[in-house]
């Protein structure tokens, strides 16, 4: 079985300063991890994914996220918040022995970046 | 590019009633989903697709069908509407060549609500 957390169901920043999201996750087989961000009123939007390799990735609109097997975790960050990327923020995690390609969502985070 | 059209974007039924949502995408993708958000649960797969004629139940499949007879079209189907089915539904694609990497691509959305 799989499945993801996210602890924090809201995020405040102040604009210009650093924002972590927390994620962490449960697979038998090897992750596959994934960040979605969702807009009032529309659907999810990929931002960035970890497969293999380099433990940290680099994403759209300068998002970034570290891998840490050890803790289980797939922590979003951007070192520069923007007002502009207040919206609900998804973890995501596929199991490598999972069939169908299904993704399993965590239950969000609300971002929000004060001006 | 339209990539995946969902429609109606909104709807309200009456306990009882049955209805079809509609799920397009121009993609030529292989793999198609439906999921449902319900606040601070995050999304739910309903039923999912690998190909057309194939379909697979996910974690909440009960009071909802599916069927897909070509590669563009993945109809949700509700029989028998119930309030517990009010939700925001969206439908997702992904291509097979990308199958390792769970780059879905997300409808706008459809909100259903059952008086």
């Known amino acids: 079985a799989q499945s993801v957390a996210q602890p924090e169901d809201q995020v405040n920043v102040a604009e210009g300063n650093p924002l972590t999201v927390k994620c962490t996750y449960s697979?038998?087989?090897?992750?596959?991890l994934f960040w979605y961000v969702q807009y009032p009123n529309r659907g999810l939007q990929f931002l960035l994914k970890y497969i293999t390799g380099d433990n940290l990735v680099k994403g759209s609109y300068g998002f970034e996220a570290e891998f840490n097997k050890s803790q289980t975790s797939f922590h979003l960050k951007k070192p520069s918040a923007l007002v502009s990327d207040s919206a609900l923020y998804f973890c995501?995690?596929?199991?490598?022995?999972?069939?169908?390609?299904?993704?399993?969502f965590g239950g969000g985070t609300r971002v929000l970046v004060k001006p | 590019n339209a990539g995946v059209t969902q429609t109606p974007k909104f709807r309200i039924l009456k306990i009882g009633q049955s209805m079809t949502l509609q799920c397009t995408q121009d993609m030529n993708h292989n793999y198609m989903y439906w999921y449902r958000q319900d606040p601070g649960m995050g999304l739910k797969l309903i039923y999912y697709s690998v190909g057309a004629g194939i379909t697979d139940k996910g974690e909440v499949p009960n009071g909802y069908n599916v069927s897909r007879s070509t590669t563009e079209d993945f109809p949700l189907r509700l029989e028998l509407a119930a309030p517990s089915q009010t939700s925001v539904y969206f439908c997702?694609?992904?291509?097979?060549?990308?199958?390792?990497?769970?780059?879905?691509?997300f409808g706008e959305g459809s909100r259903l609500t059952v008086l």
């Open positions: 997702a694609s992904l291509r097979r060549t990308n199958a390792n990497t769970g780059e879905l691509f």
């Open positions: 697979v038998s087989g090897n992750p596959y």
């Open positions: 995501a995690v596929r199991d490598s022995k999972a069939a169908g390609n299904k993704l399993t």
